[in-house]
């Protein structure tokens, strides 16, 4: 008898188990059955937990409360998996070793509860699409949506049920090394983000067919670390984790997220994973959140490293009394050491061990994990196989990127002007690099590199030469090396180096035209990869201007996750285009995007800095002192961004007229109308994102110079004009007031702008009154 027709037999017997009549609106289904658009009833998943509770020991019941990494096969986790005292576990990717694990669980153990396997889907499973400040650059929620939900199928096809995204720290100091998983410095714009990958992670509902568990991380504050440096703690008053900080998270939670994970970080000296006002009064009290809070990996322990707990026991105990149901660590639990001894010092109570594992159940059952554990491997193939989610990721990476310079119109190129081209730079070439941080089952040799798209545009109408010119690394390596296996490259010796750099000048002299790729390692962005400069690494900066001072045309194409310091190139270079981290497809669409066959329309989600002395730098600043010298804070250089932020060219022109309010005055509660014409005025079909800022003039706190409080991505043809409408209600005119310490709408003038960035100069004006 094959393994399939075993585990399907297993099952049918399963289902036959006294708690399986008890499924009442989710019905069983053979192996290999996509679930039914079935949505769960809330007290039929209610009623079917507490009755697994209420013949669960002690030890199971902890057990569900526990995740843990497996690197591979490991008896005591297979022990404890069997026992019924294991509730979850990540890094499992293999189908075949998901569905003996799962086996495990629903044949062995007492009860027969599935496990919940996670991971890391941060930006794709197989198919990986561009890093999700990327996708925040394509100021569209839809194309997120699209990205996630191909993310979740292809993740769901192989037993992983549940994904730790979406990261929603905003991030404001681009030294910090997570700002590349995130959607940059805006609560609005993050906030839209946060709710599209919801709906792609989880569909309709939890439980949707080929959808997947979500799980909002790092909550919260993590992305202020001060410094910028990953791990350390942030001082963040509560008008600033209000207005800014917690905004995304919240947009989750209306959106129906299922889990939560907490942060490694101090937040104003309390640990995130023990800040029962951030796990309990916010998320729970004030949000009415009702999914289930993880702990980041080991953050339990940690808490002991925080000087908060004085040894395991302790920190199991201020964890789980601060809100995390779930703790994720290596090794073992604290929860599993420390929470059976905690009751019986009656430090906690029976209920509340309970209280902490029905959402767990709940999540299991909605999923459909009971009647559906195991994989259809077949199905697992071919699902990662399917070339609409290659194409898919294509597009994303074309509506991602964003043109940050286009003197004298070089771009886009022609196809037969140029016969000899030379495609330079460490990253050129590189596949890892191509698809960025926070991937791990990609199919490496599929990625497309910049080269190899280039050279699959062009076929044989030009001669593409290529060489890397200058090595790039890690001053200090990176933990993820191991983890993705990648072995050190010999470092250059100094006449390597050398010739190196000649040969790329020498290829750029002998050509026609300079593609040169610079920018990050994909190791040099995301966790533990926070940096104290933002300069190009290595000797980018010497092979930059050395092949500019070649005299012939060249396009800088920027793989990055976070803005960096090209102020010489922004002024030397006449074409610069942030592709940041593409993906599987980036290649491909970085050539059509430079020979036209797509059209940038990307904006920036952060704003990007002359130099590393002016971070943190941010849009929405207040109006204080001197504001007409705003942009004279320093006497050695100006005080304003290089770009500000939802900046990014396009290979035509737009205008925008008639901005008109449908009133001048309002009461608080009311919403007033916003409408304005786009016109594209080029020659080019293309895309423009209307953003609309608003500026409250007075009230009880100072307000932000500007606010982004909407936005619309437009697709316009040649000569085209189109009424955008947008609206302003409560939502975007309350703020938490630090005098009032409470959400106000306040008795103001309002100003009101809209165009193409933050510095929008069309202009109206409107009342709230009494």
């Given at each position: 008898?094959?393994?399939?027709?075993?585990?399907?037999?297993?099952?049918?017997?399963?289902?036959?188990?006294?708690?399986?009549?008890?499924?009442?609106?989710?019905?069983?289904?053979a192996?290999?059955?996509?679930?039914?658009?079935?949505?769960?009833?809330?007290?039929?998943?209610?009623?079917?937990?507490n009755?697994?509770?209420?013949?669960?020991?002690?030890?199971?019941?902890?057990?569900?409360?526990?995740?843990?990494?497996?690197?591979?096969?490991?008896?005591?986790?297979?022990?404890?998996?069997?026992?019924?005292?294991?509730?979850?576990?990540?890094?499992?990717?293999?189908?075949?070793?998901?569905?003996?694990?799962?086996?495990?669980?629903?044949?062995?153990?007492?009860?027969?509860?599935?496990?919940?396997?996670?991971?890391?889907?941060?930006?794709?499973?197989?198919?990986?699409?561009?890093?999700?400040?990327a996708m925040?650059?394509?100021?569209?929620?839809?194309?997120?949506?699209?990205a996630?939900?191909?993310?979740?199928?292809?993740?769901?096809?192989?037993?992983?049920?549940?994904?730790?995204?979406?990261?929603l720290?905003?991030?404001?100091?681009?030294?910090?090394?997570?700002?590349?998983?995130?959607?940059?410095?805006?609560?609005?714009?993050?906030?839209?983000?946060?709710?599209?990958?919801v709906?792609?992670?989880?569909?309709?509902?939890?439980?949707a067919?080929?959808?997947?568990?979500?799980?909002?991380k790092?909550?919260?504050?993590?992305?202020?670390?001060?410094?910028?440096?990953?791990?350390?703690?942030?001082?963040?008053?509560?008008?600033?984790?209000?207005?800014?900080?917690?905004?995304?998270?919240q947009?989750?939670?209306?959106?129906?997220?299922?889990?939560?994970?907490?942060?490694?970080?101090?937040?104003?000296?309390?640990p995130?994973?023990?800040?029962?006002?951030?796990?309990?009064?916010?998320?729970?009290?004030d949000?009415?959140?009702?999914?289930?809070?993880?702990?980041?990996?080991?953050?339990?322990?940690?808490?002991?490293?925080?000087g908060?707990?004085?040894?395991?026991?302790?920190?199991?105990?201020?964890?789980?009394?601060?809100?995390?149901?779930?703790?994720?660590?290596?090794?073992?639990?604290?929860?599993?050491?420390?929470?059976?001894?905690?009751m019986?010092?009656?430090?906690?109570?029976?209920?509340q061990?309970?209280?902490?594992?029905?959402?767990?159940?709940?999540?299991?059952?909605?999923?459909?994990?009971?009647?559906?554990?195991?994989?259809?491997?077949?199905?697992?193939?071919?699902?990662?196989?399917?070339p609409?989610?290659?194409?898919?990721?294509?597009?994303?990476?074309?509506?991602?990127?964003?043109?940050?310079?286009?003197?004298?119109?070089l771009?886009?190129?022609?196809?037969?002007?140029?016969?000899?081209?030379?495609?330079?730079?460490?990253?050129?070439?590189?596949?890892?690099?191509?698809?960025?941080?926070?991937?791990?089952?990609?199919?490496?040799?599929?990625?497309?590199?910049?080269?190899?798209?280039?050279?699959?545009?062009?076929g044989?109408?030009?001669?593409?030469?290529?060489?890397?010119?200058?090595?790039?690394?890690?001053?200090?390596?990176?933990?993820?090396?191991?983890?993705?296996?990648?072995?050190?490259?010999?470092?250059?010796?100094?006449?390597?180096?050398?010739?190196?750099?000649?040969?790329?000048?020498?290829?750029?002299?002998?050509?026609?035209?300079?593609?040169?790729?610079?920018?990050?390692?994909?190791?040099?962005?995301?966790?533990?990869?926070?940096?104290?400069s933002?300069?190009?690494?290595?000797?980018?900066?010497?092979?930059?201007?050395?092949?500019?001072?070649?005299?012939?045309?060249?396009?800088l194409?920027?793989?990055?996750?976070?803005?960096?310091?090209?102020?010489?190139?922004?002024?030397?270079?006449?074409?610069?285009?942030?592709?940041?981290?593409?993906?599987?497809?980036?290649?491909?669409?970085?050539?059509?995007?430079?020979?036209?066959?797509?059209?940038?329309?990307?904006?920036?989600?952060?704003?990007?800095?002359?130099?590393?002395?002016?971070?943190?730098?941010?849009?929405?600043?207040n109006?204080?002192?001197?504001?007409?010298?705003?942009?004279?804070?320093?006497?050695?250089?100006?005080?304003?961004?290089?770009?500000?932020?939802?900046?990014?060219?396009?290979?035509?022109?737009?205008?925008?007229?008639?901005?008109?309010?449908?009133?001048t005055?309002?009461?608080?509660?009311?919403?007033?109308?916003?409408?304005?014409?786009?016109?594209?005025?080029?020659?080019?079909?293309?895309?423009?994102?209307?953003?609309?800022?608003?500026?409250?003039q007075?009230?009880?706190s100072?307000?932000p110079?500007?606010?982004?409080?909407?936005?619309?991505?437009?697709?316009?043809?040649?000569?085209?004009?189109?009424?955008?409408?947008?609206?302003?209600?409560n939502?975007?005119?309350?703020?938490?007031?630090?005098?009032?310490?409470?959400?106000?709408?306040?008795?103001?003038?309002?100003?009101?702008?809209?165009?193409?960035?933050?510095?929008?100069?069309?202009?109206?004006?409107?009342?709230?009154?009494?």
């Amino acid at each position: 008898m094959n393994k399939h027709r075993r585990l399907r037999l297993n099952q049918k017997s399963l289902q036959k188990s006294l708690f399986f009549p008890l499924a009442l609106a989710i019905a069983p289904l053979a192996f290999g059955q996509t679930p039914a658009t079935v949505l769960p009833d809330d007290a039929a998943v209610r009623e079917r937990a507490n009755l697994l509770l209420k013949q669960m020991t002690l030890e199971e019941k902890i057990g569900q409360l526990s995740q843990l990494f497996d690197f591979g096969k490991d008896q005591a986790i297979d022990d404890a998996v069997s026992r019924g005292q294991l509730g979850s576990l990540l890094f499992v990717t293999d189908p075949a070793e998901i569905n003996r694990l799962q086996h495990l669980a629903v044949e062995k153990a007492r009860l027969h509860i599935p496990l919940i396997f996670g991971f890391d889907v941060i930006h794709g499973f197989r198919t990986i699409f561009p890093v999700p400040i990327a996708m925040a650059a394509s100021w569209d929620p839809s194309t997120a949506t699209r990205a996630q939900t191909i993310a979740a199928k292809e993740a769901r096809s192989v037993g992983i049920n549940w994904a730790f995204a979406p990261m929603l720290d905003i991030a404001r100091d681009p030294r910090w090394g997570r700002i590349v998983e995130g959607a940059g410095e805006d609560p609005y714009l993050g906030s839209a983000m946060a709710a599209a990958q919801v709906r792609g992670f989880q569909g309709d509902y939890i439980g949707a067919p080929d959808h997947i568990l979500a799980c909002m991380k790092h909550f919260a504050g993590y992305g202020a670390a001060i410094g910028g440096r990953d791990y350390d703690e942030a001082y963040l008053p509560e008008t600033l984790l209000q207005n800014v900080y917690l905004k995304p998270f919240q947009a989750a939670v209306k959106a129906g997220i299922g889990s939560a994970m907490s942060a490694y970080l101090d937040l104003n000296d309390v640990p995130a994973t023990g800040n029962r006002w951030l796990l309990h009064d916010v998320l729970r009290d004030d949000w009415k959140y009702t999914g289930f809070v993880v702990s980041d990996a080991n953050s339990v322990k940690s808490l002991q490293n925080h000087g908060y707990a004085k040894d395991v026991s302790e920190a199991a105990l201020y964890a789980f009394n601060a809100g995390v149901n779930m703790e994720m660590a290596m090794g073992f639990t604290a929860f599993s050491k420390s929470l059976a001894a905690a009751m019986e010092k009656n430090q906690i109570t029976a209920r509340q061990i309970e209280d902490a594992a029905r959402p767990i159940l709940e999540v299991k059952i909605r999923l459909g994990l009971f009647e559906h554990p195991y994989v259809d491997e077949a199905r697992a193939r071919e699902i990662l196989a399917t070339p609409g989610h290659r194409t898919a990721a294509r597009l994303a990476a074309e509506r991602t990127a964003v043109l940050l310079r286009n003197e004298g119109g070089l771009l886009p190129l022609k196809k037969d002007a140029y016969k000899k081209i030379a495609v330079l730079g460490p990253l050129a070439d590189s596949q890892i690099d191509t698809i960025g941080s926070w991937a791990f089952q990609q199919d490496l040799p599929e990625t497309v590199t910049v080269l190899a798209g280039l050279r699959n545009k062009l076929g044989q109408q030009a001669d593409l030469s290529y060489a890397p010119g200058v090595q790039i690394r890690r001053k200090i390596p990176s933990f993820f090396d191991e983890i993705l296996d990648l072995k050190p490259q010999p470092v250059w010796t100094p006449q390597q180096s050398k010739d190196a750099l000649s040969k790329a000048v020498a290829l750029a002299t002998s050509s026609d035209f300079t593609v040169l790729v610079l920018g990050e390692a994909q190791n040099m962005s995301g966790e533990a990869a926070s940096r104290e400069s933002l300069d190009l690494p290595g000797q980018e900066e010497k092979l930059l201007e050395s092949v500019a001072a070649t005299g012939k045309p060249i396009v800088l194409v920027l793989l990055n996750g976070r803005p960096l310091n090209i102020k010489w190139a922004s002024e030397h270079i006449p074409a610069i285009l942030d592709a940041w981290y593409p993906g599987t497809q980036g290649g491909n669409a970085v050539a059509n995007l430079l020979f036209g066959d797509a059209i940038p329309g990307g904006k920036l989600p952060i704003t990007w800095p002359r130099d590393v002395g002016q971070l943190p730098i941010y849009y929405a600043h207040n109006t204080t002192q001197a504001p007409e010298n705003q942009s004279k804070r320093y006497w050695d250089e100006e005080s304003t961004p290089l770009y500000p932020f939802g900046y990014g060219l396009s290979y035509s022109k737009f205008i925008f007229s008639n901005l008109k309010l449908g009133r001048t005055e309002i009461k608080p509660g009311e919403t007033i109308d916003v409408s304005v014409d786009l016109e594209n005025t080029g020659a080019t079909a293309a895309e423009e994102v209307a953003q609309l800022y608003i500026h409250q003039q007075s009230g009880s706190s100072s307000r932000p110079v500007r606010e982004l409080k909407g936005f619309e991505r437009v697709t316009l043809a040649p000569r085209e004009k189109k009424t955008l409408r947008f609206s302003l209600g409560n939502d975007e005119l309350t703020y938490w007031s630090a005098a009032r310490k409470d959400w106000v709408e306040e008795p103001a003038t309002f100003d009101v702008w809209v165009g193409g960035d933050s510095t929008a100069s069309l202009h109206a004006n409107f009342n709230i009154t009494h």
